[in-house]
């Protein structure tokens, strides 16, 4: 029992308790755990725009990626280009013009050994304004036609140019595939 009270005496003794030691642990032991399970989402849709809606005769899958703003100019207007798609990647813009807002739009072959076939895509951006469901037309653009053999397996991205704007959130695209 002297022995037990000697090192607790001892303890006391020291330029650092035991006890701050021991409760530095728990701390840093607590600290560890809420750490380990905290996780950061970041959600936050910095693209401008409220949503796409597909209407997809089901052979190409849409992917928007967007609103942008067009760095180098374009004055070609290749968006109503008829070609065949093919295993490279196809880059279709109406005319661009540096500093004005792009919307850029991929179309991805589904089952092209199954879908071939001709096929014509239009895409449409509303800005809404609160007054009606799909708000103030932006901009129309109709492609030319793509033809879909068994070996297609590339992607067309679509650069459609909407102007110098100023746009308000949110803009929302319309695309339809005939």
Known sequence: MKNIRMAISRLNDRKVPALALVLVAIVGA?????????????????KGEAGT????????????????????ANATDGSADSFTIQA????????????????????????????????????????????SASGTLIKTVTGGTWTVVSTSSGTVSFEVDLGAGPFTAPITAYITVT
């Not at 607590?30 to 910095?46: K, P």
């Not at 809606?53 to 180098?72: A, P, R």
């Open 53 to 72: 809606i597909h209407q997809n005769s089901g052979v190409f899958t849409i992917s928007d990626t967007g609103l942008t703003v067009v760095n180098n």
């Open 30 to 46: 607590v600290a560890g755990v809420l750490g380990a399970s905290i996780s950061i989402s970041t959600s936050a849709n910095y």
């Open 88 to 131: 490279s990647a196809y880059i279709v813009n109406n005319a661009l013009v540096q500093g004005d807002w792009v919307d850029t739009v991929t179309f991805v072959d589904s089952a092209p050994s199954t879908t071939t076939g001709t096929y014509h895509p239009t895409l449409s951006f509303y800005q809404h304004t609160g007054s």
